[in-house]
Nanobody, 115 residues
Framework: VRLVESGGGSVQPGGSLRLSCAVS???????MAWFRQASGKEREEVAN???????RYARSVKDRFIISKDNAQNILYLQMNSLKSEDTGVYIC???????????WGQGIQVTVSS
């Protein structure tokens, strides 16, 4: 199983970025999520989408971020709008059968929001 993130980078406050996570070697129904880890802080779940498309978001990103999944291409997306400096961190995608206990993890990708 391999999860590879892309689309990170630097952006000014108020800007947008779209992250992608390409999944290979995973079959059947599974849930996915985006986590982020800011420097000096614990990893937190940002957005989650289960096998039937139900989504949930951290309160800090609700109404700004959108998680989606292209099942045909096996790609997970995170559209991030109205970015804030506190959104800075390493974003990591995860996948698994249990949406509350992921087994597979990507390497992570840096997102920096700064003026």
């Amino acid at each position: 199983v391999r999860l590879v993130e892309s689309g990170g980078g630097s952006v000014q406050p108020g800007g947008s970025l779209r992250l992608s996570c390409a999944v290979s070697g995973l079959y059947g129904s599974y849930s996915m999520a985006w986590f982020r880890q800011a420097s000096g802080k614990e990893r937190e779940e940002v957005a989650n989408i289960d096998s039937v498309g139900y989504t949930r978001y951290a309160r800090s990103v609700k109404d700004r971020f959108i998680i989606s999944k292209d099942n045909a291409q096996n790609i997970l997306y995170l559209q991030m709008n109205s970015l804030k400096s506190e959104d800075t961190g390493v974003y990591i995608c995860a996948a698994g059968v249990d949406p509350d206990n992921f087994e597979e993890w990507g390497q992570g990708i840096q997102v920096t929001v700064s003026s």
